[in-house]
C-alpha cells in the first residue's frame, strides 16, 4: 500500500500554557503555574498528528517573520512535513494562543490571536495546485478565514479528495460551504453554534447532525467527549464509544481525534472503521501533558491495539505502507 497523501490547510499558533487549579470565572483571577512554550494551532497540530500516523503531510499556512515562526519551521522539518507552501510574511506576527488547563480534571479553555493566520487569503490556498494534486484528503478548519478554509475545500472537491473541516473555533457558515464539506467532525458545542442555536441549548447530538445535513453537510463526525464520537449520515447513525484511559490533559484531543480520522480515511478505512480510530487516537492523546508530546506516532498507536488485545488497522501495521517514514 502506497503512503497516503493528506492536504492540511490551516493555523499554527505558539501555545503558551498555565495550569490553574479552577477555571477562572469573570473577572477573576486565579494563580497558576507550570507556565510552559508549545506548537500550538489546530492545522499545524494536525498536520503533525497525520505524519505521525505515517500519512505524507502537506501543510499550507502563513507564519510571521520572528522567532515564533521559525520555531514552527523546526518543528516540521523535524517531523518530515511538506512545507513548500508554508508562507511567511512580515506583515503580522505568527498567532499565539493562551491555554489554561485545570489540573484536576485536564478540562481547558483557550483564547487565540490569530495573527499571520488572517493574513492566508482565498487566491493564495486557490493557487496552490501541487499541494491538492494526489492527495486522498484535504483537511481545514476555522483558525484562518472562513474563504481560505473554503477555498481549501473547493480545491480538495476539485481533485476528488475527501474534504473534512473541523469548525473550530465555531462560526456560522454560509450554505455554499457547507456543500462543500464531506465530513464536519464538530464536538456539541460546535454542532449547536453551526445550526443557530445556543451552546447550552438542551438538544440530542444527532438532531442537531441531522439539521447540519439538510444544510448541506454530507456527513458528520461529531465528538462527545468521554463518550466517544457519533456518526450521522443521510442513511444512518451509530455511536463508537470512548477508548477508557487515565485523562491529563484534553487539549491536544481534538486535534488527535482529526489526524486519525483524517489518516484512517486517506488509507481507505470506511468512515465508521475511521471515526473507531480516531476515538483510539484522541483518547491516548488525553492520557498526556501537551499538544504536541500527546499526538500519538504509529508505533505507539500499535502497542495500544496490542496491549488491549485489539486488532489493529491493516494499514497501520503494513511495511510498506511506511516504508517511506522509516
Keep these: 500500500m502506497s503512503t497516503p497523501r493528506i492536504t492540511v490547510v490551516g493555523s499554527y499558533a505558539t501555545g503558551l500554557t498555565l495550569k490553574v487549579k479552577c477555571l477562572p470565572s469573570r473577572g477573576e483571577t486565579v494563580l497558576a503555574s ?23 503531510s502537506v501543510f499550507v499556512a502563513k507564519i510571521g517573520e ?33 491555554i489554561l488547563v485545570e489540573a484536576e480534571t485536564g478540562n481547558n479553555c483557550i483564547a487565540l490571536d490569530p495573527g499571520a493566520n488572517e493574513l492566508l487569503s482565498a487566491g493564495e490556498v486557490a493557487q496552490c495546485d501541487s499541494a491538492f494534486k494526489g492527495a486522498a484528503v484535504v483537511l481545514t478548519q476555522l483558525e484562518i478565514p472562513v474563504a481560505a478554509a473554503e477555498a481549501a475545500l473547493a480545491r480538495g472537491r476539485a ?25 464536519l467532525t464538530p464536538n456539541q458545542t ?27 453537510v454530507r456527513q458528520v463526525v461529531m465528538t462527545l ?20 484511559v487515565c485523562a491529563v490533559d ?30 483510539v487516537t484522541g483518547g491516548m492523546a488525553v492520557t498526556k501533558e501537551g499538544v504536541i508530546p500527546s499526538l500519538p506516532r504509529r508505533a505507539e498507536v500499535v502497542e495500544f491495539y496490542r496491549q488491549r488485545e485489539r486488532t489493529a488497522p491493516k494499514w497501520l501495521v503494513s511495511t510498506d505502507h511506511h516504508a517511506r517514514r522509516a
Design 190 to 216: 460546535e454542532a449547536k453554534v453551526l445550526t443557530g442555536r445556543s451552546p447550552d441549548a438542551g438538544v440530542e447530538p444527532e438532531e442537531v447532525a441531522r439539521d447540519l445535513i439538510r444544510a448541506g
Design 34 to 56: 507550570d507556565y510552559r512554550v508549545d506548537y500550538g494551532g489546530k492545522g499545524s497540530n494536525q498536520a503533525v498528528g497525520c505524519a505521525r500516523l505515517g500519512a505524507e
Design 250 to 279: 484534553t487539549t491536544g484531543a481534538g486535534d488527535a481525534f482529526n489526524a486519525g480520522l483524517a489518516t484512517a480515511l486517506a488509507s481507505g478505512e470506511s468512515l465508521e472503521s475511521a471515526v473507531e480510530f480516531a476515538v
Design 159 to 183: 481533485y476528488g479528495a475527501v474534504s473534512i473541516l473541523n469548525p473550530a473555533p465555531a462560526r456560522p457558515l454560509s450554505a455554499s460551504v457547507l456543500e462543500l464539506v464531506d465530513v
Design 225 to 244: 467527549g468521554e463518550k466517544g464520537a457519533g456518526v450521522v449520515t443521510a442513511s444512518w447513525s451509530e455511536r463508537s464509544p470512548a477508548t477508557r
Design 66 to 98: 520572528d522567532a515564533f515562526g521559525e520555531m514552527a519551521l523546526r518543528l516540521y522539518r523535524e517531523e518530515g512535513i511538506d512545507i513548500a507552501l508554508v508562507r511567511r510574511t512580515a506583515e503580522h506576527h505568527t498567532g499565539v494562543g493562551f
